[in-house]
Protein backbone atom coordinates (compact mmCIF):
# COMPACT_ATOMS: atom_id res chain seq x y z
CA UNK A 1 0.00 0.00 0.00
CA UNK A 2 1.15 3.25 -0.39
CA UNK A 3 -0.36 6.95 0.90
CA UNK A 4 0.46 10.23 -1.06
CA UNK A 5 0.28 12.78 1.06
CA UNK A 6 -0.07 15.90 -1.49
CA UNK A 7 0.34 19.74 -0.79
CA UNK A 8 0.44 22.79 -2.73
CA UNK A 9 3.22 23.83 -4.49
CA UNK A 10 3.79 20.17 -5.79
CA UNK A 11 5.28 18.74 -2.74
CA UNK A 12 4.38 15.39 -1.25
CA UNK A 13 4.93 12.66 1.60
CA UNK A 14 4.45 8.88 -0.32
CA UNK A 15 4.48 6.71 2.36
CA UNK A 16 4.82 2.86 1.43
CA UNK A 17 4.15 -0.17 3.72
CA UNK A 18 6.07 -2.86 2.76
CA UNK A 19 9.85 -4.27 2.91
CA UNK A 20 12.34 -2.16 1.38
CA UNK A 21 13.95 -5.02 -0.02
CA UNK A 22 10.84 -5.47 -2.52
CA UNK A 23 9.73 -1.99 -2.46
CA UNK A 24 12.70 -0.07 -3.75
CA UNK A 25 12.65 -1.84 -6.81
CA UNK A 26 9.56 0.58 -7.82
CA UNK A 27 11.25 4.02 -7.26
CA UNK A 28 12.78 5.20 -10.26
CA UNK A 29 16.55 5.37 -11.20
CA UNK A 30 18.69 8.70 -10.44
CA UNK A 31 15.28 10.17 -8.76
CA UNK A 32 16.31 10.86 -5.30
CA UNK A 33 18.66 13.55 -4.27
CA UNK A 34 19.05 12.64 -0.26
CA UNK A 35 19.01 9.44 1.52
CA UNK A 36 19.01 9.34 5.45
CA UNK A 37 18.16 6.44 7.39
CA UNK A 38 18.60 4.44 10.67
CA UNK A 39 18.15 1.02 9.73
CA UNK A 40 17.89 -1.48 12.33
CA UNK A 41 21.63 -2.66 14.18
CA UNK A 42 22.72 -5.95 14.50
CA UNK A 43 20.35 -8.16 16.57
CA UNK A 44 18.38 -4.80 17.79
CA UNK A 45 15.01 -4.43 17.95
CA UNK A 46 14.74 -7.96 17.80
CA UNK A 47 11.38 -7.17 19.04
CA UNK A 48 9.93 -5.68 16.44
CA UNK A 49 11.54 -6.48 13.58
CA UNK A 50 13.04 -9.97 14.38
CA UNK A 51 17.04 -8.71 14.80
CA UNK A 52 19.67 -9.76 11.88
CA UNK A 53 22.67 -11.75 13.30
CA UNK A 54 26.00 -9.33 13.14
CA UNK A 55 27.87 -12.00 10.67
CA UNK A 56 24.93 -12.08 8.38
CA UNK A 57 24.19 -8.20 8.52
CA UNK A 58 26.45 -7.06 5.56
CA UNK A 59 25.11 -9.93 3.35
CA UNK A 60 21.53 -8.77 4.90
CA UNK A 61 22.52 -5.02 3.79
CA UNK A 62 24.24 -5.35 0.64
CA UNK A 63 21.09 -5.78 -1.95
CA UNK A 64 19.45 -2.81 -0.07
CA UNK A 65 22.70 -0.45 -0.50
CA UNK A 66 22.67 -2.01 -4.34
CA UNK A 67 18.95 -0.46 -4.99
CA UNK A 68 20.01 2.72 -3.19
CA UNK A 69 22.86 3.52 -5.37
CA UNK A 70 20.66 3.26 -8.12
CA UNK A 71 17.64 4.97 -6.96
CA UNK A 72 19.96 8.04 -5.77
CA UNK A 73 21.19 10.80 -7.94
CA UNK A 74 24.49 11.80 -9.17
CA UNK A 75 25.06 14.36 -7.54
CA UNK A 76 22.83 13.13 -4.19
CA UNK A 77 24.04 11.93 -0.92
CA UNK A 78 23.51 8.91 1.44
CA UNK A 79 23.75 9.19 4.99
CA UNK A 80 23.39 5.74 7.26
CA UNK A 81 23.04 5.62 11.00
CA UNK A 82 24.54 2.94 12.39
CA UNK A 83 26.81 1.58 15.22
CA UNK A 84 28.23 -1.81 16.02
CA UNK A 85 27.51 -3.66 19.13
CA UNK A 86 29.37 -5.87 21.06
CA UNK A 87 30.22 -9.58 20.75
CA UNK A 88 31.57 -11.31 23.16
CA UNK A 89 32.83 -9.14 25.08
CA UNK A 90 34.72 -7.30 22.01
CA UNK A 91 32.93 -4.98 19.37
CA UNK A 92 32.09 -6.58 15.99
CA UNK A 93 33.11 -5.56 12.70
CA UNK A 94 30.31 -5.73 10.96
CA UNK A 95 29.62 -1.59 10.42
CA UNK A 96 34.04 -1.74 9.08
CA UNK A 97 32.87 -5.28 6.78
CA UNK A 98 30.06 -3.44 5.47
CA UNK A 99 31.62 -0.08 4.84
CA UNK A 100 34.43 -2.17 2.89
CA UNK A 101 32.25 -3.87 1.12
CA UNK A 102 29.79 -0.66 -0.09
CA UNK A 103 32.87 0.52 -1.72
CA UNK A 104 33.23 -2.65 -3.77
CA UNK A 105 29.82 -1.82 -4.70
CA UNK A 106 31.03 1.22 -6.23
CA UNK A 107 29.75 3.32 -3.04
CA UNK A 108 32.28 6.14 -2.15
CA UNK A 109 32.69 6.46 1.66
CA UNK A 110 33.22 10.22 2.03
CA UNK A 111 32.67 11.30 5.32
CA UNK A 112 32.04 10.59 8.40
CA UNK A 113 29.90 12.35 11.54
CA UNK A 114 29.83 11.56 14.95
CA UNK A 115 26.54 12.00 16.80
CA UNK A 116 27.29 12.77 20.11
CA UNK A 117 24.10 11.85 22.43
CA UNK A 118 24.25 14.09 25.18
CA UNK A 119 21.44 12.96 27.14
CA UNK A 120 22.97 8.76 27.06
CA UNK A 121 22.04 6.58 30.44
CA UNK A 122 24.77 5.97 33.14
CA UNK A 123 25.39 2.97 33.82
CA UNK A 124 27.89 0.14 35.19
CA UNK A 125 30.39 -2.17 32.64
CA UNK A 126 32.83 -4.10 33.72
CA UNK A 127 35.35 -3.48 30.85
CA UNK A 128 34.00 -0.16 29.57
CA UNK A 129 32.07 3.25 29.56
CA UNK A 130 28.45 4.17 28.58
CA UNK A 131 28.14 4.49 25.00
CA UNK A 132 26.86 8.14 24.18
CA UNK A 133 28.21 8.46 20.49
CA UNK A 134 26.69 6.90 16.79
CA UNK A 135 28.24 7.06 13.39
CA UNK A 136 26.41 8.73 10.53
CA UNK A 137 28.30 7.28 7.19
CA UNK A 138 28.25 9.24 4.36
CA UNK A 139 28.55 7.94 0.91
CA UNK A 140 28.18 9.52 -2.53
CA UNK A 141 28.13 8.25 -6.30
CA UNK A 142 30.86 10.65 -7.60
CA UNK A 143 32.65 13.11 -5.65
CA UNK A 144 30.89 15.94 -7.39
CA UNK A 145 27.89 16.14 -5.10
CA UNK A 146 25.23 18.49 -3.84
CA UNK A 147 26.49 20.41 -0.42
CA UNK A 148 24.39 23.48 1.00
CA UNK A 149 28.23 24.31 3.67
CA UNK A 150 26.45 27.87 5.00
CA UNK A 151 23.15 26.66 5.72
CA UNK A 152 24.71 24.81 8.97
CA UNK A 153 26.82 27.22 9.81
CA UNK A 154 27.02 28.00 13.61
CA UNK A 155 28.01 31.33 15.26
CA UNK A 156 31.69 32.26 16.10
CA UNK A 157 31.62 32.37 19.93
CA UNK A 158 33.27 34.23 22.39
CA UNK A 159 36.65 32.32 21.68
CA UNK A 160 36.87 34.22 18.39
CA UNK A 161 36.90 37.60 20.47
CA UNK A 162 40.34 36.74 22.66
CA UNK A 163 41.72 34.63 19.71
CA UNK A 164 41.10 37.29 17.39
CA UNK A 165 41.70 40.39 19.27
CA UNK A 166 45.79 40.07 19.57
CA UNK A 167 47.20 38.25 16.01
CA UNK A 168 51.04 37.18 15.54
CA UNK A 169 52.78 37.32 12.54
CA UNK A 170 51.92 33.50 11.97
CA UNK A 171 48.14 34.24 12.29
CA UNK A 172 48.86 36.50 9.57
CA UNK A 173 50.02 33.87 6.61
CA UNK A 174 48.90 30.35 5.70
CA UNK A 175 50.29 28.62 8.48
CA UNK A 176 50.80 24.69 7.27
CA UNK A 177 49.98 21.82 9.87
CA UNK A 178 53.01 20.61 11.99
CA UNK A 179 52.32 16.94 11.98
CA UNK A 180 52.72 17.19 7.98
CA UNK A 181 48.56 16.70 7.24
CA UNK A 182 48.86 19.29 4.27
CA UNK A 183 46.54 21.12 6.03
CA UNK A 184 47.19 24.95 7.02
CA UNK A 185 45.38 27.62 8.48
CA UNK A 186 45.58 31.32 8.38
CA UNK A 187 43.75 33.57 11.53
CA UNK A 188 43.59 36.17 10.01
CA UNK A 189 40.60 35.41 7.74
CA UNK A 190 38.60 34.85 10.47
CA UNK A 191 38.53 38.66 11.44
CA UNK A 192 34.92 40.22 11.07
CA UNK A 193 32.91 36.91 10.97
CA UNK A 194 29.99 36.25 12.72
CA UNK A 195 29.54 33.03 11.47
CA UNK A 196 31.76 29.45 11.15
CA UNK A 197 31.69 26.05 8.94
CA UNK A 198 30.35 23.48 11.92
CA UNK A 199 33.07 20.47 12.83
CA UNK A 200 31.51 17.03 11.97
CA UNK A 201 30.90 16.21 15.68
CA UNK A 202 26.84 17.10 16.22
CA UNK A 203 25.69 17.27 20.10
CA UNK A 204 22.26 16.40 19.73
CA UNK A 205 20.19 14.59 22.72
CA UNK A 206 18.16 11.35 22.31
CA UNK A 207 14.58 11.26 21.35
CA UNK A 208 12.22 11.58 24.37
CA UNK A 209 9.19 12.51 23.19
CA UNK A 210 8.23 9.74 21.08
CA UNK A 211 7.11 6.76 22.96
CA UNK A 212 5.48 4.54 20.34
CA UNK A 213 9.08 3.47 18.79
CA UNK A 214 12.02 1.37 19.82
CA UNK A 215 14.55 3.56 18.83
CA UNK A 216 13.48 7.17 17.56
CA UNK A 217 16.58 9.49 16.65
CA UNK A 218 15.54 13.44 17.50
CA UNK A 219 13.97 15.58 14.47
CA UNK A 220 16.81 17.47 15.23
CA UNK A 221 19.59 15.18 13.38
CA UNK A 222 17.78 14.46 9.87
CA UNK A 223 17.25 17.93 9.75
CA UNK A 224 20.60 19.07 9.69
CA UNK A 225 21.16 16.66 7.30
CA UNK A 226 18.71 17.33 4.82
CA UNK A 227 19.41 21.66 5.70
CA UNK A 228 23.27 20.42 4.29
CA UNK A 229 22.34 17.89 1.31
CA UNK A 230 19.05 19.56 -0.48
CA UNK A 231 16.95 22.51 -1.50
CA UNK A 232 13.56 22.98 -1.18
CA UNK A 233 11.77 20.49 -3.87
CA UNK A 234 14.05 17.73 -3.44
CA UNK A 235 13.42 14.64 -2.38
CA UNK A 236 14.26 12.50 0.71
CA UNK A 237 14.17 9.04 0.85
CA UNK A 238 14.22 6.62 4.29
CA UNK A 239 13.91 3.20 3.25
CA UNK A 240 13.48 2.40 7.23
CA UNK A 241 11.16 5.20 8.36
CA UNK A 242 9.67 4.13 11.76
CA UNK A 243 7.52 6.15 12.65
CA UNK A 244 8.26 8.71 9.93
CA UNK A 245 10.39 11.15 11.96
CA UNK A 246 12.75 11.33 8.25
CA UNK A 247 9.78 12.04 6.53
CA UNK A 248 7.99 14.08 8.66
CA UNK A 249 11.33 16.79 9.26
CA UNK A 250 11.62 17.04 5.03
CA UNK A 251 7.64 18.09 5.06
CA UNK A 252 7.99 20.53 7.23
CA UNK A 253 11.07 21.68 5.64
CA UNK A 254 9.29 21.68 2.10
CA UNK A 255 11.07 18.70 0.74
CA UNK A 256 9.35 16.02 -0.68
CA UNK A 257 9.88 12.40 0.95
CA UNK A 258 9.47 8.66 0.04
CA UNK A 259 9.17 6.60 3.34
CA UNK A 260 9.09 2.79 3.64
CA UNK A 261 8.07 0.67 6.61
CA UNK A 262 7.47 -2.53 6.74
CA UNK A 263 5.35 -2.76 10.40
CA UNK A 264 1.65 -1.31 9.97
CA UNK A 265 1.98 -0.42 13.54
CA UNK A 266 4.57 2.02 12.63
CA UNK A 267 3.42 3.09 9.35
CA UNK A 268 0.43 3.86 10.23
CA UNK A 269 1.37 6.21 13.44
CA UNK A 270 3.80 7.53 10.35
CA UNK A 271 0.76 8.20 8.39
CA UNK A 272 -1.48 9.98 11.24
CA UNK A 273 1.39 12.14 12.14
CA UNK A 274 2.47 13.21 8.92
CA UNK A 275 -1.38 13.82 7.46
CA UNK A 276 -2.44 15.59 10.87
CA UNK A 277 0.76 18.10 10.26
CA UNK A 278 -0.28 18.56 6.85
CA UNK A 279 -3.94 20.00 8.02
CA UNK A 280 -2.36 22.18 10.46
CA UNK A 281 -0.42 23.97 7.91
CA UNK A 282 -3.19 24.74 6.06
CA UNK A 283 -1.66 23.09 3.01
CA UNK A 284 -5.31 21.21 1.69
CA UNK A 285 -3.43 17.92 1.50
CA UNK A 286 -5.14 15.18 -0.38
CA UNK A 287 -4.39 11.12 0.72
CA UNK A 288 -4.45 8.93 -2.05
CA UNK A 289 -3.83 4.96 -1.49
CA UNK A 290 -2.87 3.18 -4.30
CA UNK A 291 -0.49 0.16 -5.42
CA UNK A 292 1.83 0.15 -8.11
CA UNK A 293 4.90 1.51 -9.52
CA UNK A 294 6.32 5.03 -8.14
CA UNK A 295 7.94 7.68 -10.39
CA UNK A 296 8.94 10.73 -9.28
CA UNK A 297 7.49 13.89 -11.16
CA UNK A 298 9.59 17.17 -10.81
CA UNK A 299 8.12 19.01 -8.42
CA UNK A 300 7.62 22.77 -8.80
CA UNK A 301 10.53 24.70 -6.59
CA UNK A 302 9.59 27.85 -4.27
CA UNK A 303 10.99 31.23 -5.69
Known sequence: MTSIIRHMKQIESRLILGDCT????????NSVNLIFTSPPYADSRSQTYGGVSPDKYVEWFLP??????????????????????VVNGERHTYVIDLIQAMREQGWLWTEEFIW?????????????????????????????????????MVPMGEWANRRLKN???????????RVGSGFGKKISNWIGREKAYPTNVL???????????????????????????TKQGDWVLDPFMGSGTTIRVAQNMKRNGIGIEILPEYFQLAQKDIMARANSQLKQPVLLEKKGKYETTKPKRRN
Do not use: C
Open 22 to 29: KELVTIKD
Open 203 to 229: HMATETRNKSHSAVFPEDLPEWFIKLF
Open 167 to 177: LSETDKVRDPS
Open 116 to 152: HKKNSYPGKWPNRFRDSWERLLQFNKTRKFNMYQEEV
Open 64 to 85: ITKELLRVLKPDGTFVLNIKEK
